[in-house]
């Protein structure tokens, strides 16, 4: 049998490793949607607790979510995404032309929808593959290229609907969007499922932890026999499907599709991948982070709607919230560049030390 006090202490031990070191932040953003919902709840419980607000918070993150966690894997790997928004847009327009296209045609619901998924997250993950091609083949950096594709999505979408939005979408689609499972948004939990599947890839395979490397050292990473370009393609190809995703809820919530939708979406997901611990300079996975980090500021954005206050006085909580942001990264990036030469310098000592005893 195992010693009791020696029990006791392997479970304290695991109880203060949740609370702690890479799961500390992750806490202190529970911690501040939980002010954040009683705060508001004390200024209008009546509106703000109520069921009809509740569902719409859980309507309203999923996709935004979903971006924003395209965008923390991209700065994992020290690089961005701005064609996330052009890319979403083309694969809802694909699934609402499909739908259309099938009801026309009396294909069978089940299969319009398997058709439509997958068509819409082969042309998110064609467009991410372009990017990761130009960036890891061509070496041009991840914020031109994406800039550049951004507009390139977007001016095709627009050149292939005619700036008109498309309307229509399968049933099952339309349940995803529009209906409830145990008395929550499906859509929200897709966004649930997604997130969980992409901790995975991220926490517990061997991509996962290279590209936190390769974020954090290129050079070393190069040294240590990563393939580069491999992990930026795949980088890309895995932004481009969760766009896809994001594309797929989108159409099912509203069951329209245009090329510009989503106008403000980019800004928000940089803001949540930032808020929820994302490092712009590369080298730190947040996942957990970014999915808390949606949630928290849907709650913000709802408190002030219910008050009354300006969507611009949103924007401008959201620029203060993205600066304030990264300028905590920077100094984090200093810091431990600091320390990493502190160490270096200590450790030279310690071997003319003994050098010099030798």
């Excluded at 195992?2 to 006791?8: S, V």
């Excluded at 030469?341 to 005893?357: F, G, S």
């Amino acid at each position: 049998m195992f010693d009791n006090g020696k029990t006791r202490s392997l479970r304290t031990g695991r109880l203060a490793s949740l609370f702690s070191g890479a799961n500390a932040y992750s806490w202190s953003l529970v911690a501040l949607g939980v002010v954040v919902a009683i705060v508001f709840t004390m200024l209008n419980p009546a509106v703000y607790a109520s069921a009809l607000n509740l569902e719409s918070i859980a309507l309203s993150v999923p996709e935004i979510a979903v971006l924003a966690l395209a965008i923390s894997i991209a700065m994992t790997a020290a690089g961005i995404d701005l064609s996330i928004v052009s890319t979403a847009n083309l694969a809802a327009l694909f699934v609402a032309w499909f739908s259309g296209f099938a009801a026309s045609n009396g294909l069978n619901d089940f299969v319009a929808t398997v058709i439509a998924v997958v068509g819409a997250l082969v042309v998110g993950s064609l467009c991410g593959l372009l990017n990761g091609l130009v960036i890891a083949k061509f070496d041009v950096s991840p914020i031109l290229t994406t800039l550049a594709t951004m507009q390139v999505y977007a001016g095709l979408a627009i050149v292939l609907t005619k700036g008109e939005a498309l309307y229509g979408t399968t049933n099952i689609l339309m349940a995803l969007g529009m209906e409830k499972s145990l008395g929550v948004p499906n859509v929200f939990w897709l966004f649930l499922f997604v997130t969980a599947i992409v901790w995975v890839i991220m926490n517990r395979t061997k991509y996962g932890v290279r590209v936190t490397m390769m974020g954090s050292n290129e050079i070393a990473s190069l040294f240590s026999g990563f393939r580069i370009a491999d992990l930026t393609i795949r980088t890309y190809l895995m932004t481009g499907a969760l766009a896809a995703v994001a594309g797929i809820m989108l159409v099912s919530r509203t069951g329209a599709a245009s090329a510009s939708y989503g106008g403000s979406y980019l800004m928000v997901a940089i803001t949540i991948a930032v808020l929820g611990g994302a490092n712009p300079f590369g080298g730190k996975r947040e996942v957990m982070g970014a999915a808390l980090a949606a949630i928290v500021l849907q709650l913000i954005a709802s408190g002030l709607n219910m008050m009354g206050i300006s969507p611009y006085i949103y924007q401008v909580v959201q620029g203060v919230i993205l600066v304030g942001a990264s300028v905590v990264a920077f100094e984090r990036k200093l810091h431990g560049q600091r320390k990493d030469r502190k160490r270096a310098r200590r450790e030279a000592r310690e071997r003319n030390e003994v050098a010099v005893n030798a």
